[in-house]
């Protein structure tokens, strides 16, 4: 019998990205998984493991911990998961350290090529509403739904032993994935958020069953469609998951999802649709509103 080996990945960033996507789905995997941080404090929170809240299920997890300051080049892969203000410190760790490891990319990036390293992208669409500490551990709350669309290489085989994940033979194949996941499910949680900003709703699932807000996003969509070399049944389709998928009874809040007075990502969404619309001589009236409205929110 041929003992396989058992990968070794490193986590960094410990928020609901990375304890409520990555860790799961390569746990469940068989990899040996390290978690870690620059606050020890942190840290400290995961010795006795935590909790991922799911609709249908509670999981209890655990994950080797190890203070970034500590960490030798021992490991098969480095995933990240730290958002994009501090991706650039952490890609100034990895090169002062010499890591010899992948280094794989788990942000919702719009140009991954603009950090000047070989990265490998990797798609991760699961809604994560929250995460708190409760009794000292950490309680993720998420959707059932989880897919992970990454490169198929030595450090990834391993992942197929898992239905909620697809690898793919190519880096470009895994953009486009990129690609159709931001524009996708991001960009219809910043249109429903800004649709129900004068609602009285508190919750996406409350949102979500407006009919009016569900009638706006799916004309949203349709326009959306080119820019994802959809047809507009193809949006439709997309556009019933998504709204299945946002129904999720998860208490996420519309607040979450775009905060006027926070959120610095939903003019860009918008923006790059219309760019690329008016380039194909394509008109998107809706999207040109939403646009304008995004705009006159923040001045």
């Not at 998961?81 to 490891?101: D, E, M």
Request: glycine fraction near 4%.
């Amino acid at each position: 019998m041929v003992n396989l080996k058992i990968m070794k990945a490193l986590l960094i960033g410990i928020g609901k990205a990375g304890l409520g996507v990555i860790a799961p789905t390569f746990i469940q995997a068989g990899y040996n998984v390290t978690a870690t941080h620059y606050n020890q404090e942190k840290l400290d929170l995961l010795n006795n493991g935590y909790t991922l809240k799911t609709p249908s299920k509670d999981f209890h997890l655990h994950l080797r911990t190890k203070h970034i300051g500590l960490l030798k080049d021992e490991y098969d892969l480095i995933i990240t998961c730290v958002g994009r203000k501090n991706l650039r410190k952490i890609i100034a760790w990895y090169k002062q350290n010499k890591f010899s490891a992948p280094i794989f990319f788990a942000e919702n990036l719009f140009s991954p090529d603009l950090f000047e390293i070989d990265n490998i992208p990797i798609v991760i669409d699961r809604i994560c509403t929250d995460i708190e500490v409760n009794n000292k551990r950490y309680v993720v709350k998420a959707e059932d739904y989880k897919k992970i669309i990454t490169l198929k290489a030595t450090a990834t085989t391993a992942l197929q032993s898992c239905d909620s994940v697809i690898l793919l033979k190519n880096a470009s194949e895994v953009e486009l994935e990129r690609k159709r996941k931001l524009y996708t499910i991001n960009v219809a949680h910043k249109l429903v958020g800004l649709y129900a900003l004068n609602s009285k709703c508190i919750y996406v699932e409350e949102a979500v069953s407006n009919e009016m807000i569900a009638r706006k996003l799916k004309e949203c969509m349709r326009e959306i469609a080119p820019f994802l070399n959809k047809d507009q049944d193809e949006m439709d389709e997309i556009t019933k998951t998504i709204l299945e998928r946002l129904k999720s009874p998860t208490k996420d809040r519309l607040t979450r999802i775009y905060n006027p007075n926070k959120d610095d990502t939903a003019i860009e969404y918008v923006a790059n649709i219309i760019n690329y619309s008016q380039t194909h001589s394509i008109q998107t009236p809706l999207m040109d509103e939403v646009l304008n409205t995004l705009k006159d929110i923040k001045k």
